[in-house]
């Protein structure tokens, strides 16, 4: 007897198995045109910021501002809004895969991709190698500063001076070459620890002298965006403080993820790491100290002052965390 053919769920509803359209989540109204507003005056701000410190004297407050460097400040915000509105769009693309978007979605989408049209095209890779070019320079010349006092630093603990080699292997370790990768390895692994801590020491300062000019700026595009904890009791009578915290970017970025059931994307940290590199530093030097011949005092200063930085470092870190009342339903249900 010829076999039946294979039974398939009756289509309902526009040809739909009751499995899939039982799978979709509820359509939640989500528009983008409120948030674009707000990053078009993000982006005012950016390129000609108000002043971002409040004192009695007007004097006095233009000065603190000028002090505050905003290299780079621009490109930041550019970067942020660039990145954020990738996230969006890729979550549209998602909605309307699944038909689960609300009607204006699609239009959504096209402000979405002219808006970031609008934005400066993004830098070349050169600018990303940049960074790397200047602390090996600047890792070169601190080394180069080093080793002018040879006679002071490189001796042992019997106050004879080290041997020629140990040099040539802090020499190898600040050179930062690619191609010397595993002596370099193996010097910070099984060398003197005294080499390793300057090594470090050197490595370390290098990436902070770097980066550190750019840290006012980062901070001023968290105030910008009103992340948690940017904006200070001093930053909030500030013209820039004040403005931001009037424009609300930051709660209307998490509204609209909310919306499209996204957790909102956690803040960079990259003050914090750049300040977190004075906790290498300062651990590099309590090391050294500590080391024959030891100066115990000073070395147990040093690792007590770098604790402290790192305890306040964790505390700033954890009010920058995502808190739970800001994850929508099923994102909590999934991660929970």
């Not at 983008?32 to 007007?58: I, K, M, N, Q, W």
């Not at 980062?218 to 930053?235: C, G, H, S, Y």
């Not at 050294?288 to 005092?297: R, V, Y």
């Amino acid at each position: 007897m010829a076999q039946s053919p294979p039974q398939h769920e009756p289509a309902v509803a526009g040809g739909e198995a009751p499995a899939r359209r039982a799978n979709r989540r509820p359509v939640v109204q989500a528009d983008v045109d409120a948030l674009l507003c707000c990053y078009r005056e993000a982006l005012e701000l950016a390129a000609d910021p108000p002043p971002s410190r409040h004192t009695r004297f007007g004097p006095l407050t233009r000065l603190l501002c000028r002090t505050r460097p905003t290299w780079g400040l621009q490109r930041m915000v550019v970067e942020h809004i660039r990145g954020r509105i990738a996230l969006i769009d890729r979550r549209y693309c998602l909605r309307l895969a699944l038909g689960e978007d609300d009607p204006n979605d699609a239009e959504d989408r096209a402000a979405l991709e002219r808006f970031k049209s609008s934005l400066p095209p993004p830098r070349s890779r050169f600018w990303i190698a940049l960074p790397v070019l200047a602390v090996i320079t600047v890792s070169q010349v601190l080394l180069a500063l080093l080793l002018r006092s040879r006679g002071d630093v490189a001796t042992d603990s019997d106050g004879t001076r080290l041997p020629e080699k140990v040099i040539e292997d802090l020499t190898l370790v600040a050179d930062l070459n690619p191609a010397h990768f595993s002596e370099t390895l193996t010097t910070l692994l099984h060398g003197s620890p005294k080499v390793t801590a300057l090594a470090i020491g050197i490595l370390t300062l290098s990436v902070y002298v770097v980066w550190r000019p750019l840290v006012p700026a980062f901070q001023l595009k968290r105030v910008i965006f009103a992340m948690p904890r940017a904006i200070n009791t001093r930053a909030a009578r500030s013209d820039l403080g004040a403005r931001a915290q009037r424009l609300a970017l930051h709660d209307e970025e998490v509204a609209l993820f909310a919306a499209l059931g996204m957790r909102p994307p956690s803040d960079t940290a990259m003050d914090l790491w750049v300040k977190g590199a004075l906790v290498a530093i300062l651990a590099a030097l309590g090391a050294l100290m500590l080391m024959p011949p030891a100066d115990a005092e000073a070395g147990v200063f040093f690792i007590v002052i770098a604790l402290l930085r790192l305890a306040w470092l964790a505390r700033a870190w954890r009010g920058r965390t995502l808190r739970g009342d800001l994850v929508t339903p099923h994102v909590g249900t999934v991660h929970g």
